[in-house]
């Protein structure tokens, strides 16, 4: 090696270590990693809201430079084409995955359908070639998840799942401090969540309203916050114990329609939402009807709604932590309480995402030392998921082989052991008895991972 040679190694490994230790906070110029020679060519399956957002028009404003849209699909052909308007791009657009993938080629596909079709599209998008990036939750049963572990060891393609949820400031300062022992050894967690009655709602108006869709909130909501878990205390989980109940939403209110746009009780109904101010979802969804019959702003009273909205999970892990969890999905105000307990103190936080109540523009952490002193530490608050989505799309698209400090990027074994403990929970519930994750797949859950 010259001197020219090892002088550019040296820089080129300092500039990577920055990175890592900056957690991706801030991309970096292309110019210090080196510019892709072409571009990437991705395709997209599930044109729907996140997909047209989060990995169209924001993906392409900041990473347009190194990759490229070759193919959109979506089985409603006309949020297709609002799609592509919508992302400004000049791909061919299909309503045939298979031909999508057959003309296109892409080498990474995304996938942003809905839940239960995930493992589809996730199984035969590496069959034809590609590497996956997989919204949340990867799947929606125990089948299906052992079904996409089975075919990335079979193709030797590469599932992503995007959490989100990991790359937050104020959740990396918490891994931080446990990390760092401030707790001494972490002994239980306790982990409550609130949505509220505006956006927990929501979930009940659409797709998600039904478990054979979305799995259920164990599933489809809650995966984020057991990836944190898992991801926070670098353990699987083994069991899960859970209780739920639907008692609020569905066949519990006093009337019902088919959405509120029509609907004959929209003076009385508290849960009334005017989709018409909202020109995006218009054009999305409501301008698209016809195609598939979907509405966006379905019946929050419907009487098929069949998933809890209140539930409660006791969850053992791999490392002997015990986690009490709940999520209630019909609250005055969306955030979170978590405190983890440890050998020689405890971490608190209260995150408030909306409602009426004082809002700082920081998330406070509080760490106590058993005998010792208070320090608290505020974190600003960042938009678009706490600030994850940009560094999640910075670190995938852009900077996929840079150094991953705090282990942010999820594969296949944490899209399993997320929805896992989701899929034990309803399974819970069913039986009355504690289920073993083991039982589930083939995955035999671990302590502390690799
Ligand atoms: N990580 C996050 O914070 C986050 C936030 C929102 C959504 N998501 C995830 O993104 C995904 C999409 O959610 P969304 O809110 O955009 O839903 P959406 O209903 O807006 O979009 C889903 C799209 O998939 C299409 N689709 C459904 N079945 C299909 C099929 N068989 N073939 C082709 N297209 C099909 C629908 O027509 C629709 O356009 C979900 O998996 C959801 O969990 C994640």
């Not at 090696?1 to 080129?12: C, G, I, Y």
């Not at 989100?164 to 001494?184: A, C, F, T, V, W």
């Not at 009940?204 to 799995?215: D, I, M, N």
């Not at 509405?295 to 419907?302: A, E, I, Q, S, W």
Request: glycine share 8%; net charge positive; with cysteine.
């Amino acid at each position: 090696m010259n001197a020219n040679t090892s002088d550019a190694s040296r820089r080129e490994f300092l500039q990577k270590s920055m990175l890592a230790t900056a957690g991706l906070l801030t991309p970096l110029p292309l110019t210090v990693l080196g510019a892709p020679k072409a571009k990437r060519r991705v395709a997209m399956v599930g044109t729907g809201h996140r997909g047209t957002d989060m990995y169209g028009k924001d993906l392409l404003a900041e990473h347009g430079d190194v990759i490229e849209f070759v193919g959109l699909c979506d089985s409603n052909k006309g949020r297709l084409e609002t799609a592509k308007k919508m992302m400004g791009v000049n791909c061919p657009t299909f309503t045939d995955f298979e031909q999508m993938m057959r003309k296109t080629k892409p080498e990474i596909l995304i996938v942003t359908t809905v839940d239960n079709t995930h493992d589809e599209f996730i199984i035969k998008g590496m069959e034809m070639g590609a590497n996956i990036v997989s919204e949340k939750p990867m799947t929606t049963d125990e089948t299906k998840c052992q079904a996409i572990l089975d075919a990335e060891k079979r193709t030797g393609k590469k599932v992503t799942v995007t959490f989100n949820y990991r790359y937050s400031p104020h959740r990396q300062k918490m891994y931080d401090l446990i990390r760092q022992g401030e707790i001494g050894t972490v002994t239980s967690v306790d982990f409550h969540w609130y949505l509220d009655n505006r956006h927990g709602a929501d979930y009940f108006r659409r797709w998600h309203r039904l478990t054979e869709k979305s799995g259920s909130l164990w599933v489809h909501k809650a995966s984020h916050h057991f990836d944190l878990l898992n991801w926070w205390l670098e353990s699987e989980p083994e069991t899960v114990y859970a209780k739920g109940a639907l008692e609020n939403y569905g066949k519990n209110g006093p009337f019902r329609f088919t959405n509120c746009r029509p609907c004959p009780h929209k003076d009385k109904c508290p849960y009334y939402w005017d989709m018409t101010k909202d020109a995006r979802l218009m054009a999305l969804y409501a301008a698209n009807e016809q195609y598939d019959g979907y509405h966006r702003d379905g019946c929050v009273y419907k009487e098929d709604v069949n998933i809890y909205d209140k539930m409660a999970a006791t969850i053992g892990y791999a490392n002997g932590v015990q986690v009490s969890y709940s999520l209630t999905a019909y609250s005055p105000y969306e955030g979170y309480r978590i405190a983890f307990n440890g050998t020689k103190g405890r971490i608190d936080a209260w995150i408030k995402e909306s409602g009426a109540m004082k809002k700082e523009p920081y998330d406070e952490i509080m760490l106590s030392r058993n005998f010792g002193k208070v320090e608290y530490f505020q974190v600003p608050q960042a938009e678009g998921h706490g600030g994850g989505d940009k560094l999640l799309r910075a670190q995938i698209f852009r900077h996929p082989e840079a150094p991953d400090t705090y282990r942010q990027a999820a594969g296949s074994r944490d899209g399993a052991m997320a929805i896992l403990v989701g899929v034990a929970a309803r399974k819970s519930i069913a039986s009355g008895q504690a289920i073993r994750i083991a039982d589930l797949t083939n995955l035999k859950p671990v302590a502390v991972k690799a």
